[in-house]
């Protein structure tokens, strides 16, 4: 079955960067677009960035333009975002998903905290 396992995040200064990864498993990871989102308490679950399956186009949030970066290796089933210039407004728990087959799946969720 498809399963999406996050890893990487943790708590950074602002100004700082973390890098999260999402190993995909279960379909064919080269030939579907990944998305990375995020939910910061009390708030709803938003799209931060996407990516193509093959790499070739990416989409960001405006909150995440010129300081986030999704990228993806399909010789390893993995997506990843960089972020840089962490601002504490970038706190949430960040989620992998992608849409195989018309159902959406989730990772579990990685928690980013941006804090002094």
């Known amino acids: 079955q498809v399963q999406l396992v996050e890893s990487g995040g943790g708590w950074v200064q602002p100004g700082g960067s973390l890098r999260v990864s999402c190993a995909a498993s279960?379909?064919?990871?080269?030939?579907?677009?990944m998305s990375w989102y995020r939910q910061a308490p009390g708030k709803e679950r938003e799209l931060v960035a996407a990516i193509t399956h093959a790499g070739r186009r990416t989409t960001y949030a405006d909150s995440v333009k010129d300081r986030f970066t999704i990228s993806r290796d399909n010789t390893k089933n993995t997506v990843y975002l960089q972020m840089n210039s962490l601002k504490p407004e970038d706190t949430a728990v960040y989620y992998c998903?992608?849409?195989?087959?018309?159902?959406?799946?989730w990772g579990q969720g990685n928690q980013v905290t941006v804090s002094s």
């Open positions: 998903s992608t849409r195989v087959r018309g159902t959406k799946y």
């Open positions: 279960g379909f064919t990871f080269g030939t579907y677009a």
